[in-house]
């Protein structure tokens, strides 16, 4: 490649986006009631519980995948989505964070641009998800 086509390959390599992006804060997730003061405790594994419409399940895998990304962005070191085998439609996410100071920070870096993605799960799903919280022992 030559000189000219590497400078036009640069320029179309990561586009910046023509759209502006909604940043601010979007903390519509329920605060987590604990029973006592954990400090700075960690690491917090978070287990979210959805109950998929079967014929959404597909568009629900998409989604919920790019979220991921999302979740990570904001703090989890560890993130994953599985099927349950024993119930058809129930899809638990995991994600990991270092301490419970990190998991409420999470609450309050979700931005309304991210909003998008929480539509697209809510419309794959029969109810409310059901969020756990649990810190390491």
């Known amino acids: 490649m030559n000189p000219p086509e590497q400078r036009a390959a ?4 990561m586009p910046l986006s023509d759209t502006t ?5 979007w903390n519509h997730w329920r605060m987590p009631s604990v029973s006592n003061d954990i400090g700075s405790e960690g690491p917090v594994l978070v287990i979210v519980e959805y109950d998929v419409i ?3 399940a597909e568009e629900f895998i998409k989604a919920v995948h790019e979220y ?3 979740r990570r962005r904001d703090g989890a070191s560890r993130w994953g989505v599985f099927k349950d085998l024993e119930t058809a439609d129930r899809y638990t996410e995991i994600f990991i964070v270092s301490s419970w100071q990190e998991h409420i920070r999470q609450h309050d870096r979700i931005t309304r641009a991210d909003s998008r993605f929480e539509v697209r799960i809510r419309n794959c799903v029969r109810s409310e998800p059901t969020v756990r919280h649990l810190l390491y022992s």
Request: neutral net charge.
């Open 10 to 13: 640069q320029r179309t390599f």
């Open 54 to 56: 079967p014929e959404q």
């Open 21 to 25: 992006v909604d940043l601010t804060a």
């Open 68 to 70: 991921g990304r999302i």
